[in-house]
């Protein structure tokens, strides 16, 4: 059962919001068609702690698809079927240092592993989904990242017409991989089962509940239900620590001091070992395609909890 948020957490997801709110910089993604049209001024960020309170303030109930925010929930599936051992051997978990949709990173390695945070990392990932067809792999997904944000999700079918319309580089990525052996399955359906767990969508509250997830070692602090494997949700923080915001990341462990993943929604979920989840989603993004307000409002509420995991 949820339970009264105390003032602590209240107030300071308050006052993080306010400090972050006046940075009007950025721009919306052009990735994609339907991401060009997001509501620019938008701004909403929740926490979930693992206690199950939870703290809410702007358009926390705008949905939104989630992108890469994906990503380490896939991988925790993964892991969790497959194994660790065997993602990192297949995958690899080390940070690229190179743009999110990068091919140079997979013609490096003399094996193409490069991250699952990363797309060429993402989509051999996908690809090690358990099931015997596409459908079934999907079932799977959305059951596990469901669990995860405690309630059934669905796919945005305008985002996902319009991402498949024009996921160009990750279809090349997807081909380039499987040239190389570096896909366990055909292309196009790694492709396929990544844009569909692209566009989930969700409210800051389900990607905090998710967050929280990870921080409570794979037991949803909302529901009571274990997803995954204490190891698994380590793993997955673990990842998210090496390139959950890409070439950025390193800056990101500096200022903030908490694993993170962002998308370009404008999404970011941060997990705070052992205390929280939290979510912002503010679509104004920065050069390297992060959210300028969700990177401001990580930041400051890192500072005011004392949540950073490299300070006494």
Known sequence: ???VVPSRVLQALERSYLDASGDAS????????VLADAEPELF???VVEISGEIAEVGDCGVGFSMMSCAKPFVFALVAQARGISLVRERVGVNAT???FNSATAVERDPTSRTNPMVNSGALATIALTPGDSVDDQWQNII???SEFAGRALETDPEAYASVSAANH?????AHLLSARGALASPPGDAVELYTRASCLVVSTRDLAAMGATLANSGTNPLTGDR???GDIARASVAVMATSGLYETTGDWMMKVGLPAKSGISGNIVTVAPGRLGLASYAPRLDAAGNSVKGAGIAQSLARDLRLDIFSA
């Open 97 to 99: 240092g190179l743009p």
């Open 169 to 173: 580089q990750n279809r090349a990525l």
């Open 44 to 46: 909403g960020a929740a």
């Open 227 to 229: 997803v995954v494997d």
């Open 26 to 33: 950025g721009t919306v993604s052009s990735v994609y068609p």
């Open 1 to 3: 059962m949820t339970q």
């Open 143 to 145: 059951q596990a990242v």
